[in-house]
Nanobody, 121 residues
C-alpha cells in the first residue's frame, strides 16, 4: 500500500525555522510532482509549494523568499524548508504526490496524514 509519511512539524517562535519531510513508502513505480499544502482552522486547504519531476518549483505568494521546496535524488522524498516563520503560517501541513503504484498504468494522487506547524511566542 502506498503511503506518504510526513515528519518535522512542531512549535516554533516567530522568526524561527522548521524543515518538513515527506517520504513515499510502498511499492511505487514512478513519482511525479510533489507538493505541500496547508490548512489553517476555518480556512480552505491551500497550495504552499510544488516541485515537478524536473525540479521546477512554484510557490504561494505568501511564502516566496521564505520557504524552499526540494526533493532527494531518488525523487521519492520531498522537503519544505521554512524560514522566517510567522504566526499566520500556523496550520496543518499536508504532503501531496502524483505517483504510479507498481502494477498500475496511471498516475494517482495521494495525500499524507498532515503535520501540525504552530508559530507562536
Amino acid at each position: 500500500q502506498v503511503q506518504l509519511v510526513e515528519s518535522g512539524g512542531g512549535l516554533v517562535q516567530p522568526g524561527g525555522s522548521l524543515r518538513l519531510s515527506c517520504a513515499t513508502s510502498g511499492s511505487i513505480f514512478s513519482v511525479g510532482a510533489m507538493a505541500w499544502y496547508r490548512q489553517a482552522p476555518g480556512r480552505q486547504r491551500e497550495l504552499v509549494a510544488r516541485i515537478n519531476s524536473s525540479g521546477r518549483t512554484n510557490y504561494a505568494d505568501s511564502v516566496k523568499g521564505r520557504f524552499t521546496i526540494s526533493r532527494d535524488n531518488a525523487k521519492t522524498t520531498v522537503y519544505l524548508q521554512m524560514n522566517s516563520l510567522k504566526p499566520e503560517d500556523t496550520a496543518v501541513y499536508y504532503c501531496n504526490a502524483d505517483l504510479v503504484p507498481r502494477g498500475s498504468i496511471a498516475y494517482g494522487n495521494y495525500w499524507g496524514q498532515g503535520t501540525q506547524v504552530t508559530v507562536s511566542s
